[in-house]
């Protein structure tokens, strides 16, 4: 076994990288911001599953990253896509003016 | 196992830093072009964790994709738009709502944390399995040839489902970005409202 970090060690670092994503999320009103956000959780995810792919010998782990890395790419695209549509109508908006949208 | 070099130590934490310094960036500044940056610096930080880990493949791809595609898509977003601008972080709709975010992440990293450390060895290698690492191979790229025979023969439906998504997202963003002519809209709206009635 080449990798000698102990896999524990990834799993913590992980942790706070999801907590801090998380937190962003949550506090930040710029919807470009909050996508940036997500994809910290995402990533956090990922480094998590390359680290139990490492504890566990077992390559299954990587094809969840990539398949991740896939999912992660066509969400970013929808969501610039609705982003784009959104702020060019409504200049400025932030993650509040979506209350515009209740009936 | 426990064997780790004075290097891989340093390598471990200079990364971890990169990463969780990157992501405090990402939610510390002011402006989204330095949020972008930030996000930059966290993706690396995450591929030299790969690297570390032998996953050279996803490193590569996390390199290209991410940090390369993704950030330059932000990046011309943020162009776009023209909301390359610094915000007022100060204000704050709700007024609990950083407080209570700020608990819920330290109690997300403490029952992590505690798990992880409580766990610990429980989670034993299985041996038997793939190499990983792939160290036994003397040709250095058995981690990819793992990866793709990994991925072409127990994941291939999943894979060409991947291919579809993609399409569904370029096609739905093309839809919802694309600006309509004016009178085609009209048109449109006029014969939905007679449709309607």
Redesign the interface.
């Known amino acids: 076994m080449i990798a000698a970090i102990e896999p524990s060690w990834y799993l913590l670092v992980a942790s706070l990288l999801f907590a801090i994503g998380a937190f962003g999320l949550l506090v930040r009103r710029n919807p470009l911001v909050m996508f940036m956000c997500i994809e910290l959780m995402l990533n956090a995810a990922n480094l998590s599953f390359v680290a139990f792919a490492t504890k566990l010998d077992d390559i299954n782990g990587q094809t969840a990253v990539f398949f991740v890395m896939v999912v992660a790419a066509a969400e970013v695209v929808v969501g610039l896509g609705i982003l784009v549509s959104i702020l060019r109508r409504r200049p400025g908006a932030t993650a509040d003016d979506l209350v515009a949208l209740k009936g | ?5 004075f290097l ?2 340093v390598v ?1 934490f200079a990364a ?1 830093i990169m ?2 310094g990157g ?2 960036g ?2 510390g500044f002011k402006n ?1 072009v330095h ?2 940056l930030g ?1 930059v610096l ?2 690396f930080g ?1 591929a030299v ?2 690297v ?4 050279h ?2 490193a590569a ?2 390199v290209i ?2 940090a390369g ?2 950030v330059v ?2 990046l011309f ?2 162009m ?4 390359d601008k610094a ?1 007022d972080l100060s ?1 704050e ?1 709700i007024k609990v ?2 407080p ?3 608990i ?3 109690g ?2 403490g029952l ?2 505690a798990a ?2 409580k766990a ?1 060895d429980a ?1 034993l ?3 038997d ?5 792939g ?1 036994a191979s003397p040709d250095g790229d058995s ?1 990819i040839r ?2 793709a025979q ?2 072409y023969n ?2 291939v439906l ?1 894979f060409e489902l ?1 291919s579809v ?2 399409i ?3 096609a ?2 093309v839809l ?2 694309r600006k309509w002519p004016k009178d085609a809209y009209d048109a449109a709206e006029a014969k939905e409202e007679v449709s309607a009635t």
Do not use: K
């Open positions: 196992m426990s064997d780790a070099t891989e130590y471990f971890s990463m969780l992501a405090v990402v939610i989204p949020s972008a996000l966290t993706l995450v964790h790969f570390a880990q032998e996953a493949f996803l791809v996390q994709v991410y595609a993704i898509l932000f977003v943020i776009l738009l023209g909301v915000v204000i709709p709502q950083r209570l975010a700020a819920m992440m330290l997300l990293v992590i944390s992880v450390l610990g989670v290698a299985r041996g399995g793939i190499d990983v690492a160290a981690n793992q990866l990994n991925l127990d994941h999943a991947t998504l993609l569904v997202a370029v739905g963003t919802l970005t």
